[in-house]
RNA sequence: GGCCCCAUGGUCAAUCGGUUAAGACGCGACCCUCUCAAGGUCGAAUGGCUGGUUCGACCCCAGCUGGGGUCACCA
């Protein structure tokens, strides 16, 4: 028997398959011309961050577009850094955009014929893959500790020579199979390293979809592949996997560029097809005058959960991300009336290549278009779902009398140009609460302050010739009632009028209105008074109007 | 430090060698108006620097500068 082959029996005497039987279980993927496959592989190590879910929409809107497959494939091999029930948390949130994947891991169980989807689950995938690289004499095992790895970067700093297990510096490369052999037999803890033919002196190029031609140093590291727990690194899982799963382009994040001449080095190696890669831009923050990444410990919308707990939409977000993808998207928006994402056309040429600062005044902006915009009905049943966990006091509001809920969330809505003040739907409750009694009993308990000028005797003389007011007519008719008991008690009828000669009257119309406003919302802001004091209703009125007079 | 990516207003950005250098957010003014949020009109605001190529450069090239990334048994 072959030295190598020996070794290989040695070092893995459990894996029976080779790579062709792989290949005949993970055939080729029937689809039709152009689509694509493509995949969103986190690891399970915390909440879903705002970069991964641009990246998972964006992997998902390449597969959906081209008629392709979105999978989700859970990256677990880094074991210590695993955090208990965050796959699920991840799915989850992701659920909440609408990216739900065709096929790949799920906390239930695996969908799919290319699976496990969990690389904790595809030891015996990555080790026949290894077992075979082994004989072929690409790969071998590595006995340095990690106190010799120290010694050796330590050495390469102080000759200034590039650090990295590579060439001279990769001690047990050039181990001859025997010694391999002894070493494993005495007991020595070994990983798999890859073994490079690369040459750092010369260049790989390849094509990045977003990026176009990009030419790096050619790899010549021996990368381990497999660590002493017996599980892939990254490097080795992503080529392994995105083959037998027949990804046909790898979205993932700029970070991944200088590491790609590993990738297509092993993809060499194998004698596999490399993938296309499209590498995306990352999101950013200003912090003290420069660019960094939006960071997991500093910034909380690097959280999607931020978002999600402040009562965004999550189609404001996805909308927000798309602008920044593809910056096309808003002149379409416009141009559409829509803000649909399925009906554009997404492109990865079109991506920027630098990453955007996060700018939560535009994500604003296309939230609160997006409230102002919702059928009542649905923005109801979202307004209580986000009420549901994140208000209970709310909530019970809604649950209590939904209709009077309704009739809120109605103010204004139903015209060409909407109301436009929610941004997210942790700001509708705040600034509704005067509607509910108990709440406005609580400001008028603290008593009202009228415009300064205005004597006791006017307000509470208008505050007692306002309940006469009419119900259920049209606004102006209302209004003209306002109007003449403002007259009654010396405020001008039109501000005009008051314009022209302010020293005749105590007020002007606006100031008979604030008198009624306030009265009734406790504030001397709000929505259109008449609807207001319609959805409260006479009974209401009156006795606010009654609580509001001046002792 | 080596290597790589990037460079148009405050932000996102269009232009693909000839333009008054789009548009959006934000900002300002005015109009509308019973307040606010809207809406309408108008406005301020941009090619990092230095060389080259060219009849002509924001666009092509080089250098510089600046920003970002990466050099693990983490992904």
């Not at 074991?79 to 609408?98: A, P």
């Not at 989807?117 to 893959?129: E, G, L, N, P």
Request: hydrophobic share 35%.
């Amino acid at each position: 028997m072959d030295r190598n082959e020996e070794l290989a029996e040695l070092l893995f005497p459990e894996i029976t398959k080779t790579i062709d039987d792989l290949e005949k279980e993970y055939p080729a993927r029937n689809l039709p011309e152009g689509a694509q496959v493509t995949r969103f592989a986190p690891s399970p190590t915390g909440f879903l961050h705002t970069g991964s879910l641009f990246t998972a929409m964006i992997s998902y809107t390449v597969a959906k577009q081209s008629g392709g497959v979105y999978m989700f494939r859970l990256e677990d091999t880094d074991t210590k850094r695993t955090i208990e029930g965050s796959d699920r948390d991840l799915i989850d949130q992701l659920s909440k955009f609408g990216i739900v994947a065709d096929e790949g891991y799920f906390p239930e169980g695996d969908k799919g014929a290319y699976g496990p989807y969990r690389q904790s689950k595809r030891a015996d995938i990555y080790k026949t893959v290894i077992k075979e690289l082994i004989r072929r004499g690409r790969a071998y095992p590595d006995f340095c500790t990690p106190e010799d790895l120290d010694a050796i970067r330590k050495a390469q700093e102080e000759s200034k020579v590039l650090p990295g297990y590579y060439g001279i510096y990769a001690r047990d490369r050039n181990l001859t199979a025997e010694e391999r052999i002894e070493k494993i037999k005495a007991g020595t803890p070994w990983v798999i390293r890859f073994y490079s033919n690369g040459d750092h002196e010369r260049k790989t190029k390849f094509v990045d979809a977003i990026r176009g031609e990009i030419e790096l140093q050619d790899n010549d590291t021996d990368v381990v592949i497999l660590k002493s727990d017996g599980l892939p690194t990254y490097h080795f899982a992503h080529v392994v996997d995105d083959h037998f799963m027949h990804t046909t382009v790898i979205t993932r994040g700029e970070e991944w560029i200088p590491s790609t001449p590993i990738h297509l080095d092993m993809f060499r190696a194998l004698g596999w097809k490399a993938p296309k890669y499209a590498h995306l831009p990352s999101i950013m923050k200003l912090d003290h005058g420069n660019k960094r990444k939006l960071s997991k410990r500093k910034d909380a919308e690097a959280a999607v959960s931020y978002f999600l707990d402040a009562g965004y939409p999550p189609v404001a977000l996805k909308v927000y991300l798309m602008s920044i993808a593809n910056s096309n998207f808003e002149e379409w928006s416009i141009a559409n009336k829509s803000f649909d994402l399925n009906a554009f056309k997404f492109s990865l040429k079109k991506m920027s290549v630098d990453g955007a600062l996060f700018d939560l005044d535009k994500l604003h902006y296309f939230s609160r278009e997006l409230i102002a915009r919702m059928p009542l009905d649905e923005e109801f049943e979202a307004v209580k779902e986000y009420a549901k966990n994140h208000d209970e006091e709310f909530f019970a509001r809604i649950e209590a009398n939904p209709e009077y809920v309704k009739k809120i969330l109605n103010i204004e809505k139903e015209r060409k140009n909407p109301r436009k003040d929610y941004v997210k739907y942790g700001d509708i409750y705040p600034l509704a609460k005067f509607f509910f009694a108990d709440e406005y009993d609580k400001l008028a308990k603290a008593g009202f302050t009228y415009k300064e000028g205005l004597a006791k005797e006017t307000v509470n003389a208008c505050l007692e010739e306002f309940k006469a007011m009419p119900f259920g007519v049209e606004e102006n008719v209302w209004f003209d009632f306002i109007k003449t008991v403002g007259g009654h008690n010396g405020f001008a009828v039109s501000n005009k009028d008051y314009k022209e000669n302010p020293a005749a009257y105590v007020g002007s119309l606006s100031d008979i209105a604030e008198v009624l406003r306030l009265a009734v919302v406790g504030s001397t802001q709000s929505p259109n008074l008449h609807e207001i004091l319609e959805i409260l209703g006479k009974e209401e009125v009156l006795r606010r109007l009654e609580l509001a007079k001046l002792a």
